[in-house]
């Protein structure tokens, strides 16, 4: 168990750094998005923390790359359920739409995509033990 946790630490410890910075700049674009409203740069500081997010799926996609074959099984199928459950989330979310329902923001969509994932991911563990 305690060869696991050093094994998952070398996986995520190359990410910190860009998540530390996506955190960073995602505060920074929020306060100063709200202090300048009007300005022609809320786009250009809007976008801002997507640069540490490029490293950050970069990170993902070579850890993926360290995985061993069931590990990366795991994982894509839990991908894979995902996606579906949050595709039919979106469709219903506009058909429910043309009935005037309010829409939920892509922060909730993202969340329900990151929970759903993990979730699959952890049954895939239970059941291929």
């Given amino acids: 168990m305690i060869g696991r946790m050093k094994e998952r630490a070398k996986l995520v410890r190359p990410l910190l750094v860009p998540l530390m910075f996506y955190i960073g700049f995602l505060a920074f674009s929020f306060s100063w998005l709200e202090e300048n409203q009007g300005s022609s740069w809320r786009i250009t500081v809007a976008l801002l923390p997507m640069l540490p997010g490029i490293f950050i799926a970069l990170?993902?996609?070579?850890?993926?790359?360290?995985?061993?074959?069931?590990?990366?099984?795991?994982?894509?199928?839990?991908?894979?359920?995902?996606?579906?459950?949050?595709?039919?989330?979106?469709?219903?979310?506009?058909?429910?739409?043309?009935?005037?329902?309010?829409?939920?923001?892509?922060?909730?969509?993202?969340?329900?995509?990151?929970?759903?994932?993990?979730?699959?991911?952890?049954?895939?563990?239970?059941?291929?033990?």
Avoid: N, P
């Fill in 59 to 129: 990170g993902i996609g070579k850890a993926i790359q360290q995985l061993d074959e069931m590990e990366r099984i795991i994982l894509q199928k839990g991908m894979a359920i995902s996606f579906a459950a949050t595709l039919l989330l979106l469709i219903t979310m506009g058909l429910l739409k043309t009935a005037g329902i309010e829409q939920l923001g892509s922060t909730y969509i993202v969340l329900f995509m990151i929970i759903v994932w993990l979730l699959a991911k952890l049954w895939g563990h239970w059941r291929y033990q």
